[in-house]
């Protein structure tokens, strides 16, 4: 499950073999949903031995299933031992799964406990697809949304997360609609060039949480490389390039980014550009000594927001007693 359309489409070529039997070969793994190469009855013998030799459909597995009300937190195993996460959101419009993209990362956000655990390494596409399609058979039912928020910084493992983004978007892969997959990032400004340049409409976040570069670069050390003036710039050309409008996230930390004063410099930032602002309330976890901002603070920098002529919402929160927050149960399950 490593492999996107085309190249499952060059492997083939490769053989001598006409480009319509990939499309076969994902229907029956994507939507047959059958693992087992023996039984792909419109591909002949030769092929199915090569598929057999060169390919594993050996899926990665479930260790560990939290329930909530509407939600599901899954850990998994890796090949090699290692865990990573995965949430399962129900909304009013759909069900939506936050996955993981690395093993660790490396990003080291003063408030994130998937900072803690140091990269050891990408996840391969198909550890990645895998997340989702082991959803999908555990709850019997279609993810509608994806989102890239998981464990790890997605735009540090570019080439893996845009072949899984082709795969599961695909008409013969998972089919899940661009505009409900969802890639956030710490702000990596290479990497949202030559996102920008992609002709889909796959949806960008970016987690600012910081109205200016003395504070970001206390909380998101990433911002010491990228700073606001650089990400912002790019963001401008996103918009200008792609038309479309970008998510920025904002953790709600309490006293540290949640002043009034935050919000008009968040404001007069983002003014007149083409975003929406998610306003996130903080999952406090035992390591790490952030507070969550009380429900008056957010409101209040909501409304701040809002005055100033900004889109803006608060996010739902899930999962807060189930360890759904970023990296919370991989980290304590060693
Ligand atoms: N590395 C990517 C994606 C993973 S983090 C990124 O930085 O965007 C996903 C989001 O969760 C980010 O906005 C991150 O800052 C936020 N986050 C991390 N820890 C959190 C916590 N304890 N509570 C709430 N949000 C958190």
Not at 62 to 80: G, N, Q, S, T, Y
Not at 128 to 147: C, D, F, G, P, T
Not at 244 to 262: G, K, Q, W
Request: proline residues 2%; positive net charge; hydrophobic residues 40%.
């Amino acid at each position: 499950m490593n492999y996107t359309p085309q190249m499952l489409q060059d492997y083939l070529a490769q053989k001598g073999i006409k480009s319509f039997k990939q499309k076969q070969i994902y229907e029956w793994i994507y939507q047959k949903k059958i693992y087992d190469f023996d039984l792909f009855s419109n591909v002949g013998k030769t092929l199915i031995n090569d598929l057999k030799k060169d390919f594993s459909l050996d899926f990665i597995k479930i260790e560990k299933v939290l329930e909530a009300p509407l939600v599901k937190k899954f850990l998994f195993r890796l090949k090699d031992g290692e865990k990573i996460e995965a949430v399962l959101m129900e909304h009013d419009y759909g069900l939506s799964v936050c996955i993981s993209s690395q093993v660790g990362c490396n990003m080291t956000c003063a408030f994130c406990e998937s900072g803690r655990l140091k990269k050891k390494r990408n996840l391969q596409t198909y550890e990645m697809v895998e997340q989702i399609i082991l959803i999908e058979a555990y709850i019997k039912k279609r993810i509608s949304h994806v989102v890239i928020m998981g464990i790890g910084e997605p735009f540090d493992n570019y080439d893996n997360v845009i072949n899984f983004i082709t795969i599961i978007n695909d008409a013969k892969g998972l089919a899940i609609g661009s505009r409900h997959i969802t890639v956030s990032t710490c702000g990596i400004v290479p990497k949202i060039k030559e996102f920008m340049n992609l002709d889909w409409q796959v949806n960008l976040a970016i987690s600012l949480h910081a109205p200016n570069d003395t504070l970001r670069s206390q909380l998101m050390p990433v911002n010491k490389v990228y700073n606001i003036p650089t990400l912002i710039d790019a963001l401008k050309e996103y918009i200008a390039k792609t038309n479309r409008r970008v998510t920025i996230e904002y953790v709600m930390l309490n006293m540290v980014n949640d002043r009034e004063s935050d919000a008009m410099e968040l404001a007069k930032l983002l003014k007149g550009m083409n975003v929406y602002v998610n306003l996130i309330p903080y999952n406090e976890t035992a390591h790490i000594e952030f507070k969550k901002s009380s429900k008056e603070r957010i409101d209040k920098f909501f409304n701040t927001l809002k005055k100033a002529g900004i889109n803006v919402t608060i996010r739902k929160e899930f999962g807060g007693n189930i360890k759904a927050a970023c990296g919370q149960l991989r980290s304590e399950s060693d």
